[in-house]
């Protein structure tokens, strides 16, 4: 096994680990941790696979500011940690068996596989690719995501809102 196979496992496995931990926390804070460490350990694979600007992207914008606006959401609303029921040892062993039949299912599936190998240059001008691609071919889609981004947010705002005015209304 060369040192890029070993380096693939190890960031995926850390990647697999951080998304079970962030599923199977109990305390919020815990949850954004877990979710870091997928976060750059999805870096770390974008790094193999030459596109170093995706990965510098996936740190900035994922692991450092979707990170810290989640931290400042979850610190702002009320989490009552008394009213969570403990999670049953049944549903623990219920996703590990599936973790593992999903793991088994994708190594057959990869490893069978056969795809024809072409030489493509990823690492020169990987940024003007990608915003070439972006801007011109892709920017319908791009203009989509951001209304709907802009929409998600409104209904956040719009949600909050509405428990805070419920919130009154019971204390008076």
């Known amino acids: 096994m060369s040192g890029f196979v070993v380096a693939f496992f190890l960031l995926s496995l850390s990647a697999i680990l951080g998304g079970v931990m962030m599923l199977n926390s109990t305390k919020v804070m815990h949850m954004m941790l ?91 001008n990987n940024t003007k690719n990608i915003g070439l691609q972006l801007f011109t071919n892709h920017i319908v889609p791009f203009e989509v995501m951001s209304v709907l981004l802009l929409i998600a947010l409104v209904g956040a705002i719009i949600l909050a809102k509405s428990d805070d005015s419920k919130e009154e209304g019971t204390k008076e």
Do not use: C
């Not at 790094?47 to 606006?69: P, R």
């Not at 400042?72 to 593992?100: C, Q, Y």
């Open 34 to 124: 877990s979710l870091v460490l997928t976060f750059i350990s999805i870096a770390g694979i974008y790094v193999l696979l030459s596109a170093e600007f995706v990965a510098v992207v996936q740190i900035l914008i994922y692991s450092g500011a979707v990170t810290i606006l989640m931290i400042f959401g979850i610190m702002l609303t009320k989490h009552d940690i008394e009213s969570e029921k403990p999670k049953r040892n049944w549903r623990n062993i219920a996703a590990l068996v599936g973790i593992v039949a999903f793991g088994v299912v994708m190594f057959l599936g990869v490893n069978g596989l056969s795809i024809d190998a072409s030489d493509v240059d990823l690492a020169t």
